[in-house]
Nanobody
């Protein structure tokens, strides 16, 4: 089974930067289509922050466009989220989401465990 693990969260001041990392792994052969970052703030629904497809086409939520950059390293099965000029409203648990085919046959859609980002004013 494919597993997804995030890292890189933390507490920062407004205006500072953080980079989140996410790596997908499995014992067997697997492919990755879309890699994405979502976030969920207390009392709110989980929302898409950014995603990047296998052709490196990236999409961003309006609230982060121009401040956040998503990138992927296909050789490492990794996706990154560079977050600049962080604002208190960016405070949330950030989740990595990956989909693709496992062993070339079964579709999968996996979430990481989440990593907390806290931005203070």
């Amino acid at each position: 089974q494919v597993q997804v693990v995030e890292s890189g969260g933390g507490s920062v001041q407004a205006g500072e930067s953080l980079t989140l990392s996410c790596v997908a792994s499995a014992e067997g052969i697997f492919s990755i289509y879309t890699m994405a970052w979502y976030r969920q703030a207390p009392g709110l629904q989980r929302e898409l922050v950014a995603n990047i497809r296998s052709g490196n086409m990236a999409n961003y939520a309006d609230s982060v466009r121009g401040r956040f950059t998503i990138s992927r390293d296909n050789a490492k099965n990794a996706v990154y989220l560079q977050m600049n000029d962080l604002k208190p409203e960016d405070t949330a648990v950030y989740y990595c989401n990956v989909d693709g085919h496992d062993e070339g046959v079964s579709y999968y859609n996996k979430w990481g465990q989440g990593t907390q980002v806290t931005v203070s004013s």
